[in-house]
């Protein structure tokens, strides 16, 4: 099966500056994957996903990357604000990509400084 | 758009009593939604898939006796915490699918239930 995994716990940033959250997965047959941002107390809200046979694309201040060669996915936010201060997950389908079963990976906590 | 509503929102009990989680799809039908449970500072860990009209399907390891999965219509799903104990305490959240996009991530999760068990 999948799982996901991503590379650091916690990100510091200054405001304005460009964020990198990273993610990697093990299964090379997964044929999409999502970004959610957790705020405290709350649920996931998607943000943007991708899907396999693209290896970018972009929203209203994010981007999603993916190499498939590594098996890696990055989320990039620009110009990052304190709003932006979150959990970030990324998730892959636990199976058929159209159940909407999700394996999430163990998030990423973005801080941001004013 | 669409929106998917827990409740409640925030839930103490005693251990040893059994607390029920409501998970309603306010404006499209879903005839498959997921529960999830979410320890602090760690990520969401699928459960069960409910399915409306049928059985649950669980994940490994989680007690379907004690999680008490009912899917009795297209807008509805209830999570039954049977006989809760303090390590049952935890962020329970669902997700369903609109069952008209066909999109993959046409996903919507509800903004969580938080279970403490004293």
């Known amino acids: 099966g999948e799982s996901v995994g991503l590379h650091l716990p916690t990100l510091s940033v200054q405001e304005g500056d460009n964020s990198i959250i990273n993610c990697a997965y093990s299964?090379?047959?997964?044929?999409?994957f999502i970004w959610y941002k957790q705020e405290s107390g709350k649920g996931p809200q998607f943000i943007i996903d991708?899907?396999?046979?693209?290896d970018k694309r972009q929203g209203q201040r994010v981007t999603v990357l993916l190499n498939k060669t590594v098996k890696h996915l990055s989320l990039q936010i620009a110009a990052t604000q304190p709003g932006d201060s979150a959990v970030y997950f990324c998730?892959?389908?636990?199976?058929?990509?159209?159940?909407?079963?999700?394996?999430f990976g163990q998030g990423t906590t973005l801080q941001v400084k004013p | 758009g669409a929106v998917v509503s827990q409740h409640p929102s925030w839930v103490i009990c005693k251990s040893g009593t059994s607390v029920k989680i409501e998970c309603r799809s306010l404006?499209?039908?879903?005839?498959?939604m997921f529960w999830y449970r979410q320890f602090p500072k760690q990520s969401l860990m699928l459960m069960a898939t409910?399915?409306?009209?049928?059985?649950?399907?669980?994940e490994q390891g989680v007690e379907k006796d004690k999680f008490l999965i009912n899917h009795a219509s297209l807008t509805l799903s209830t999570l039954t915490v049977t006989s809760a104990h303090p390590e049952d305490s935890s962020f329970y959240i669902c997700?369903?699918?609109?069952?008209?996009?066909?999109?993959?991530?046409?996903?919507?999760f509800g903004e969580g239930s938080r279970l403490t068990v004293l």
């Open positions: 998730a892959a389908p636990g199976g058929a990509s159209n159940t909407g079963k999700l394996i």
């Open positions: 991708i899907r396999s046979n693209m």
């Open positions: 997700s369903a699918r609109d069952e008209g996009g066909l999109k993959t991530g046409e996903l919507f």
């Open positions: 404006d499209f039908q879903a005839t498959t």
């Open positions: 409910s399915n409306e009209g049928s059985k649950a399907t669980y």
């Open positions: 299964n090379s047959a997964s044929d999409y």
